[in-house]
């Protein structure tokens, strides 16, 4: 089981890597353990986050692509989907079972075919809306 | 006497290798030996201060029952301050035909000790508070509206009172070890006949404590005075000095001030009351930026987490916008010291340039690592360059 989620982790951070995407970084804390990620987010042009660097970590599950990663902000940062401790509400972390606002389409809770890429850019469209 | 110039500018050329702080005690206790006596008297001092605390606010209130100029206060007074542990001695004799006594300033009791041995017209110009100026006596002579109003109402008062007034030209506490502060000349505006004082004080061997440091406030001064056993102030009365007709006011100020210092054995320096308040103002900075850079040297060990690096790469980029923040991170962390870092940044140390990241990325996972710190550094710098440009 671990196994397939180191497998799969290493692919993710590869494409990171290799592509990375538009400001967004990710990596994982130390070589020696996948399953607890560092990511950078910038904040979208246009909102009061604009030109800031949010500093993340992502926890993963064992059983990761199959359970949905934990992600948090480890600096202070003020948003209605952002509870004060840092940790990040939003759909695309919850997986399909468990809803606890009721609302959330399914297909925009997490499923295998989501990414670590999909999450962060995610969250960033979560800051653009409500940064305005 | 008369030849005033060359002593004057005698006494100028003389004090010039003095530092304004040479003037003042810098420490309460200056060798070790009384270091370690002091800490094994501080029981002893605790309980003597408890006690005389009550006794110096029967002084005050016998001060303010028994008004001055009775022989009855002179001599409960003396007594109460034999008790509170201030000796006053006294050598030279008052002359009556002087109604100004101008005397150098050493400690906080001056007032008291010549007070003791003549009453005297004390014109508050201290900062004190107003309470313990009217149980003392003390004349608000108006000195906070400027200084005519101050000699002014000298005159009045001297005319309409017997008892002399009491100067202190100097204005501060010095040490009266090295050298006098230049005098102000108000109080020989007065009357044409001063009559110079010269104060010392000293404290017992053992208990070898300054009686007032540079910038001290007056109840820690106090605090000393009732804590060690006994200080000993020693009043001398110069004989008086005439102003000649010929001579300007200044002219006679310095010859009034040579006059104490040569009794003192010490010599007139050039600097005045000014001077000795920026010299308290810049040792209470030195103080402090001392007291922050041991708070310094303390964290600097504790630099050890990335995040701690981080945060302090962060700080030193405030203020030095020029380096590049992974170059800054990079060098502390092979420093682990804010100081250090700093250190090598000023020397030139540490390259001011961009990093190359040359786009090609290797199979090779153990070098992405490397990617993302260096890609973070390009990330934070890009956005704070953003930043600080997006109103211009």
Redesign the interface.
């Known amino acids: 089981m671990a196994g397939y989620a180191l497998k799969r982790l290493?692919t993710e951070?590869?494409e990171l890597?290799?592509r990375?995407p538009e400001?967004i970084?990710?990596?994982?804390v130390d070589?020696d353990n996948f399953f607890e990620w560092e990511c950078?987010i910038?904040g979208p042009e246009e909102t009061c986050f604009a030109?800031?660097?949010f500093p993340a970590r992502i926890t993963f599950p064992q059983d990761y692509p199959l359970s949905p990663p934990k992600m948090r902000f480890t600096c202070g940062i003020f948003h209605p989907n952002i509870y004060a401790d840092g940790r990040v509400c939003i759909s695309i972390l919850h997986a399909p079972g468990d809803d606890p606002t009721g609302y959330e389409l399914s297909n925009e809770r997490w499923s295998p075919v989501q990414s670590i890429e999909k999450i962060l850019l995610s969250v960033v469209s979560m800051l653009a809306a409500n940064g305005q | 006497m008369s030849s005033v110039d060359p002593t004057s500018s005698g006494a100028t050329s003389t004090s010039s290798e003095f530092r304004i702080e040479d003037l003042f005690h810098q420490k309460r206790i200056g060798d070790t030996t009384t270091h370690i006596f002091s800490v094994i008297y501080a029981p002893i001092a605790l309980i003597v201060l408890i006690i005389r605390l009550f006794i110096g606010f029967h002084a005050v209130v016998v001060a303010c029952i028994l008004r001055k100029s009775a022989a009855l206060r002179l001599n409960v007074l003396r007594i109460m301050c034999y008790v509170l542990g201030i000796v006053v001695e006294k050598s030279g004799e008052r002359d009556e035909t002087a109604r100004v006594l101008c005397a150098n300033h050493v400690s906080i009791l001056d007032h008291l000790a010549i007070d003791i041995l003549t009453p005297c017209l004390l014109p508050s110009v201290w900062d004190i508070p107003a309470f313990i100026r009217w149980c003392f006596g003390y004349v608000d002579l108006g000195a906070a509206r400027g200084r005519e109003q101050l000699v002014n109402g000298a005159k009045k008062l001297i005319a309409k009172e017997q008892m002399p007034l009491l100067a202190f030209p100097e204005g501060v506490i010095t040490s009266g070890e090295k050298a006098l502060l230049k005098f102000n000349t108000w109080s020989f505006e007065i009357a044409p006949v001063v009559q110079p004082v010269a104060v010392r004080v000293w404290r017992p061997n053992p208990w070898k404590v300054a009686v007032s440091v540079l910038g001290a406030t007056w109840w820690i001064d106090l605090f000393y005075f009732f804590a060690l056993p006994f200080t000993v102030i020693s009043v001398e009365y110069l004989p008086i000095m005439e102003r000649n007709e010929e001579e300007s006011l200044e002219e006679f100020t310095g010859r009034v001030a040579e006059q104490i210092a040569g009794n003192l054995k010490i010599s007139v320096s050039k600097f005045g009351v000014s001077d000795a308040a920026e010299a308290v103002k810049r040792m209470k900075t030195d103080r402090e930026q001392a007291k922050r850079m041991m708070v310094k040297e303390k964290s600097t060990p504790l630099l050890v987490d990335a995040r701690q690096l981080d945060e302090c790469a962060m700080r030193i980029k405030q203020s030095f916008p020029t380096f590049h923040l992974s170059a800054i991170r990079k060098d502390l962390e092979k420093t682990r010291s804010q100081n250090t870092t700093l250190a090598n940044l000023k020397a030139g140390k540490i390259a001011n340039s961009q990093i190359n990241d040359s786009g090609k990325?290797t199979l090779d996972?153990?070098s992405?690592?490397g990617?993302?710190e260096n890609?973070?550094w390009q990330?934070?710098e890009n956005?704070?360059q953003?930043?600080m440009n997006?109103d211009a």
Do not use: C, D, H, Q
Request: glycine share 6%; charged share 25%; proline share 6%.
């Open positions: 290493m951070y590869k890597t290799t990375p400001g970084i990710a990596a994982p070589e950078l910038t030109n800031g660097v | 990325i996972a153990s992405w690592r990617v993302f890609r973070k990330m934070i956005n704070r953003k930043y997006r």
